[in-house]
Every structure is written in structure tokens, then in C-alpha cells.
């Protein structure tokens, strides 16, 4: 995982903790390889439905080093299934309210999928953009696509 991408996910894990929040890094950086893996994984489980799951290798932000997964662990009971961590929506609420202050944002917003190349919310998946943007992002609702479109285009 970049370096910077990595300090920051560090302090919002320990202020994430000092709320009584424990994030563990599922994965960071994966390489095209690592991807094809999952795809061939995930395409048993879902099927040609695959491609709202994760991105195409090739196409993933994992190979850019800054997006990260997280799971979660709640007293002693670890949450690490997919449908375990969309029912967590509380405990993410919680965690999704500190993301920007530590430059992250939520890949692909409910709602946004379509703008998002048809990939699908997860509340476990951010991309870490700075500060800066984030804070605009997370305050006008908008996924990084549409950042950029109206900021940077």
C-alpha cells in the first residue's frame, strides 16, 4: 500500500478505536494477478453477475495502492463475510462519519453504481484521496468520478 495511504488509514484506525470501533485491514495493494484470482473466486459464487462485485483485473483500484478493505471485529465476534459486514450498517455508520477527515472516501456511493461503472456499494472499501477532497466529496455526495468531472475536467 502507498505510504502516505497507509499512515492515514493507521490514524483513523487508532480514532476509530478510541471509540470503541476496532477496522483490521482486510487488503490493500493487490496485483492484476492477485485480482484474477478473486474474479475466478467470486464468478463461482456469483456468477456473470461477478462485475458488480469487484473490478475487472486490470481495472481495480487495489493495484493503485490507495484503496483498502476493511472488516470488522465486534467484541470477540469477527466480521469479515460480505453479508455479514452490509447487515454492520450501524457499526459503518459510525466509521463512514471519520473517513474524510483522514482523506478517504466510499468508492461507489448507494445510489451511484451506474456513475461507478456498475461496480456496487461496499461500506468496507475506500479510496484514499487526501483531505482536501474528501471533505468535498463526502459534503456534496459525490463519488470520485463526479469529482473530477466537475472540479478537474
Not at 478510541?18 to 463461482?44: H, M, T
Amino acid at each position: 500500500m502507498e505510504k502516505e495511504t497507509l499512515a492515514h488509514y493507521d490514524a483513523l484506525r487508532k480514532e476509530l478505536l478510541d471509540e470503541g470501533i476496532d477496522i483490521e485491514l482486510d487488503s490493500g495493494y493487490r496485483s492484476v494477478e492477485k485480482q484474477q484470482e478473486l474474479w475466478d473466486r467470486f464468478s463461482k459464487k456469483y456468477g456473470p453477475d461477478v462485475g458488480k462485485y469487484m473490478a475487472v483485473p486490470g481495472y481495480s483500484e487495489h493495484h493503485t495502492g490507495l484503496a483498502l478493505d476493511v472488516f470488522l471485529i465486534d467484541g470477540d465476534k469477527i466480521i469479515r463475510d460480505n453479508d455479514d459486514l452490509f447487515a454492520a450498517k450501524d457499526l459503518f455508520a459510525r466509521v463512514h462519519k471519520r473517513l474524510a477527515d483522514h482523506g478517504f472516501i466510499i468508492s461507489v456511493l448507494p445510489g451511484k453504481e451506474k456513475i461507478c461503472e456498475g461496480l456496487a456499494y461496499e461500506p468496507w472499501h475506500y479510496r484514499y484521496v487526501g483531505v482536501g477532497p474528501a471533505r468535498v466529496m463526502a459534503d456534496r455526495g459525490l463519488v470520485l468520478k463526479e469529482y473530477l468531472t466537475e472540479f478537474h475536467m
